[in-house]
């Protein structure tokens, strides 16, 4: 089962206005409610500390990217808020050349590249066929370091 589409950021400050200090950006982490639940524990837990997504699937949404400085309400999978972080660093280079530090940061399964690398290939493989594209070692990468503001 996929996730809901995210719900517009000015519904949800509607909904929620005393979220502070106030989001400018709302996203989502995973692609299932399980995955979804497992990545906001890791936040709250605060071993993860990165994410990444695909440029293409920006581009295909045409949502933008990430920016330094960003304050992001990220919704849980029934797209109620969950956290608030600060994305502090953004950088979008190939798969093949995701540093094992960033791997790191993202905190999920043992912490290692391998890991990450086997992880995020089969995530972005369903990203790819979502928007008609083949994953391959040269896609770019949008890689987010965020601090975790906020648990709501």
């Not at 906001?40 to 920016?67: F, V």
């Not at 790191?104 to 790819?128: I, K, T």
Request: net charge negative; hydrophobic share 45%.
């Amino acid at each position: 089962m996929s996730l809901p589409p995210l719900p517009d950021l000015t519904d949800l400050l509607t909904q929620y206005p005393a979220l502070t200090p106030r989001p400018n950006r709302i996203d989502g982490f995973g692609d299932s409610p399980a995955m979804c639940a497992e990545l906001l524990d890791l936040i709250r837990r605060g071993g993860k500390r990165a994410g990444a997504s695909l440029l293409w699937t920006h581009q295909a949404e045409a949502s933008p990217l990430p920016q330094q400085g960003d304050i992001v309400l990220v919704v849980d999978a029934l797209n109620q808020p969950a956290l608030l972080l600060q994305t502090l660093a953004v950088e979008v280079c190939p798969f093949a050349e995701v540093s094992a530090d960033f791997a790191a940061a993202e905190g999920e399964g043992d912490g290692s590249l391998a890991y990450w690398r086997e992880a995020h290939w089969s995530f972005f493989s369903r990203e790819c066929a979502l928007i008609g594209r083949s994953p391959s070692p040269s896609m770019p990468v949008v890689c987010e370091r965020f601090a975790l503001l906020k648990t709501l």
